[in-house]
């Protein structure tokens, strides 16, 4: 939610004043990101120690970071939403961070990457936690803390949130139904915009399409919905579903056939080699044209459907087990030696879905980039909490999510839709016309092949299967996405 340049000899005498969108004081400066819905508060009455705060501009629970400063030491804090993660790093009495990690580039090198970090963007072991691909560069993670002082950098993380183990059984005459309605549509409600023009990304599922219900219920003066169409007969049914809550919520719809910009395509950030966060999400390309979109139509906020199978998920908290993950033969010495270590250093639980929250970090930064603040109301602490308390039935295929699309006044193949969208076609033709071509590059010249995170021989023997079979691995996405992403930052 900002970027900033802070050395520690000026905080000795602070004299911040405003110029050109920026707080400056000596060579020390604080930027908040260019996004409308968010406020900079910035408070010296206590001088030296000044305060400043960046926050969504709404009263209820809002996210933020925070930082506080006095002579010889910087402190921030974050928000539990953790909606654009702050990344940090020091060097010679300089504290550097932002909510972009492109931004931190002159402090990135490719020679000192984290090893287990490496390991598990391969192996799509994915993990919440500080550290980050790059060595001496930490993510500030929901309400964690960090301390700059002459002695370096330094993360505090809190203690775990409290989380309802068990659903409770409902009271007599309850209707969870409109239990969840006036939350969501609450919630909703309080999105920090100050002219109405919002956007709905709106795929066509149960978890957009409630959140799609509740943008109608709270009247917001303009309404967008955007969505990437995945083609084929599974995409004529979804471009159904869509117009069908398009035209229930009287939205203003812009689709996207997400053929057309699949991974690795030409004039995608990885074709031009644009500096972008190598762990970022696959469909970054397809979602960026999503993000302009909006962008042009002036929506101040994206509301998104994250969340929503995390909030639905049939399970104990207390008996939770990670899948087991699919073998990656490609892997290097280096990695496998790194493979016990993927569950070391891990951030404590949140009070959001850590599976949303890893989201967040790769989706979210982009929407920030377009001048749009996102919003995922489906994981708001309130509705995870009431998730987390309603019985198994109502959460078990989401039927408490289709039943209220159902009661809205929308078909049973809206509702219930027999063959769910997916992206696994867009991912295949990235893959077999673009990826492989990438792959042939990188089998001459990789920074992860000579760091020793992949097996250059199997990795070739895996190029060469590829063109014989039906379907590319969808696994070769991490490494080719991994290795055009290191390249992008040198």
């Given at each position: 939610?900002?970027?900033?340049?802070?050395?520690?000899?000026?905080?000795?005498?602070?004299?911040?004043?405003?110029?050109?969108?920026?707080?400056?004081?000596?060579?020390?400066?604080?930027?908040?990101?260019?996004?409308s819905t968010l406020v900079m508060e910035v408070n010296d009455d206590q001088a030296p120690r000044v305060r400043v705060r960046v926050k969504e501009c709404k009263r209820d629970e809002a996210d933020f970071v925070e930082l506080t400063m006095e002579p010889g030491?910087?402190?921030?804090?974050?928000?539990?939403?953790?909606?654009?993660?702050?990344?940090?790093?020091?060097?010679?009495?300089?504290?550097?961070?932002?909510?972009?990690?492109?931004?931190?580039?002159?402090?990135?090198?490719?020679?000192?990457?984290?090893?287990?970090?490496?390991?598990?963007?391969?192996?799509?072991?994915?993990?919440?936690?500080?550290?980050?691909?790059?060595?001496?560069?930490?993510?500030?993670?929901?309400?964690?803390?960090?301390?700059?002082?002459?002695?370096?950098?330094?993360?505090?993380?809190?203690?775990?949130?409290?989380?309802?183990?068990?659903?409770?059984?409902?009271?007599?005459?309850?209707?969870?139904?409109?239990?969840?309605?006036?939350?969501?549509?609450?919630?909703?409600?309080?999105?920090?915009?100050?002219?109405?023009?919002?956007?709905?990304?709106?795929?066509?599922?149960?978890?957009?399409?409630?959140?799609?219900?509740?943008?109608?219920?709270?009247?917001?003066?303009?309404?967008?919905?955007?969505?990437?169409?995945?083609?084929?007969?599974?995409?004529?049914?979804?471009?159904?579903?869509?117009?069908?809550?398009?035209?229930?919520?009287?939205?203003?719809?812009?689709?996207?056939?997400?053929?057309?910009?699949?991974?690795?395509?030409?004039?995608?950030?990885?074709?031009?080699?644009?500096?972008?966060?190598?762990?970022?999400?696959?469909?970054?390309?397809?979602?960026?044209?999503?993000?302009?979109?909006?962008?042009?139509?002036?929506?101040?906020?994206?509301?998104?459907?994250?969340?929503?199978?995390?909030?639905n998920a049939h399970h104990s908290r207390t008996q939770a087990e990670l899948p087991t993950p699919e073998p990656v033969p490609w892997l290097g010495s280096k990695a496998v030696r790194a493979l016990a270590e993927v569950n070391d250093h891990l951030a404590p639980?949140?009070?959001?879905?850590?599976?949303?929250?890893?989201?967040?970090?790769?989706?979210?930064?982009?929407?920030?980039?377009?001048?749009?603040?996102?919003?995922?109301?489906?994981?708001?602490?309130?509705?995870?909490?009431?998730?987390?308390?309603?019985?198994?039935?109502?959460?078990?295929?989401?039927?408490?999510?289709?039943?209220?699309?159902?009661?809205?006044?929308?078909?049973?193949?809206?509702?219930?839709?027999?063959?769910?969208?997916?992206?696994?076609?867009?991912?295949?033709?990235?893959?077999?016309?673009?990826?492989?071509?990438?792959?042939?590059?990188?089998?001459?010249?990789?920074?992860?092949?000579?760091?020793?995170?992949?097996?250059?021989?199997?990795?070739?023997?895996?190029?060469?299967?590829?063109?014989?079979?039906?379907?590319?691995?969808?696994?070769?996405?991490?490494?080719?996405?991994?290795?055009?992403?290191?390249?992008?930052?040198?």
């Open positions: 939610m900002l970027t900033m340049r802070l050395r520690l000899t000026d905080l000795q005498d602070p004299k911040w004043r405003s110029q050109g969108g920026r707080w400056i004081n000596g060579e020390s400066w604080i930027e908040p990101a260019n996004v030491q910087a402190r921030l804090a974050a928000g539990a939403f953790g909606t654009a993660p702050l990344y940090l790093t020091e060097k010679a009495g300089e504290l550097h961070a932002s909510w972009d990690l492109t931004t931190l580039r002159p402090h990135l090198r490719a020679d000192r990457l984290v090893p287990r970090v490496v390991t598990r963007t391969l192996t799509r072991q994915h993990r919440y936690t500080s550290e980050t691909l790059f060595e001496g560069v930490h993510r500030l993670t929901e309400r964690a803390s960090a301390t700059f002082t002459t002695s370096g950098l330094s993360i505090h993380h809190p203690k775990s949130a409290e989380h309802v183990l068990e659903p409770r059984a409902l009271r007599p005459g309850v209707d969870p139904l409109a239990a969840l309605d006036e939350l969501l549509t609450d919630v909703i409600r309080q999105a920090p915009t100050a002219t109405g023009c919002v956007g709905v990304e709106l795929s066509g599922g149960a978890d957009s399409g409630n959140v799609a219900l509740a943008v109608k219920a709270a009247r917001f003066p303009e309404a967008h919905s955007f969505g990437l169409l995945v083609g084929g007969g599974t995409g004529r049914q979804q471009n159904e579903r869509r117009r069908a809550f398009a035209e229930h919520c009287d939205f203003r719809d812009t689709a996207t056939p997400a053929m057309q910009h699949p991974p690795f395509c030409p004039g995608g950030v990885r074709a031009l080699r644009k500096p972008h966060d190598p762990a970022g999400a696959f469909y970054q390309e397809a979602f960026d044209v999503v993000r302009e979109q909006a962008a042009a139509w002036r929506c101040e906020v994206m509301f998104t459907g994250s969340g929503g199978d995390e909030i639980i949140p009070v959001l879905p850590v599976p949303t929250l890893m989201a967040f970090g790769m989706h979210n930064p982009g929407f920030l980039r377009a001048g749009v603040w996102p919003v995922s109301p489906l994981v708001h602490p309130r509705i995870v909490r009431f998730m987390e308390q309603l019985p198994h039935e109502h959460k078990r295929g989401k039927a408490l999510f289709r039943e209220r699309i159902r009661r809205a006044g929308l078909p049973e193949w809206v509702a219930a839709p027999a063959e769910p969208e997916n992206f696994l076609a867009v991912l295949e033709k990235g893959l077999r016309y673009y990826g492989l071509p990438v792959l042939d590059d990188m089998l001459k010249e990789s920074i992860l092949v000579d760091l020793g995170y992949v097996d250059g021989k199997a990795l070739a023997e895996a190029r060469r299967d590829a063109d014989a079979v039906p379907v590319v691995p969808d696994l070769l996405c991490d490494v080719l996405a991994l290795e055009v992403g290191l390249r992008s930052l040198m």
